[in-house]
């Protein structure tokens, strides 16, 4: 089973930068695959990017230019560089980690979901 402990997240403005990081504890060997998704009131859960030993890095069309995942293995953490902020980023916050099989992500574990807020 793996453990994630997210921070990060708060009150921004339009234009506004923040820093996510995820880390993770537990079955660390089984994971190789780690990513965010969000969730904002009255709209479906959103993935938004993924980073993986064994597969292309993705986003969602939506923050592709604007936010950056990256892991640092040595600390079994993964983080989201959210830049240029925009109300419509405001959610909850959940990252996730797992391992691909078969060309689909399973996912072993999720954070605890952390809120972004963009608002003037």
């Known amino acids: 089973q793996v453990q994630l402990v997210q921070s990060g997240g708060g009150l921004v403005q339009p234009g506004g930068s923040l820093t996510l990081s995820c880390a993770a504890s537990?079955?660390?060997?089984?994971?190789?695959?780690m990513g965010w998704e969000r969730q904002a009131p009255g709209k479906q859960r959103e993935l938004l990017a993924r980073i993986s030993s064994g597969e292309p890095t993705i986003y969602a069309d939506s923050v592709k230019g604007r936010f950056t995942i990256s892991r640092d293995n040595a600390k079994n953490t993964v983080y989201l560089q959210m830049n240029n902020l925009k109300p419509e980023d405001t959610a909850l916050y959940f990252c996730?980690?797992?391992?691909?099989?078969?060309?689909?992500?399973?996912?072993?574990?999720w954070g605890q979901g952390t809120q972004v807020t963009v608002s003037s």
């Open positions: 537990g079955s660390i060997a089984a994971i190789s695959a």
């Open positions: 996730n980690a797992g391992a691909y099989s078969g060309g689909y992500f399973y996912a072993q574990g």
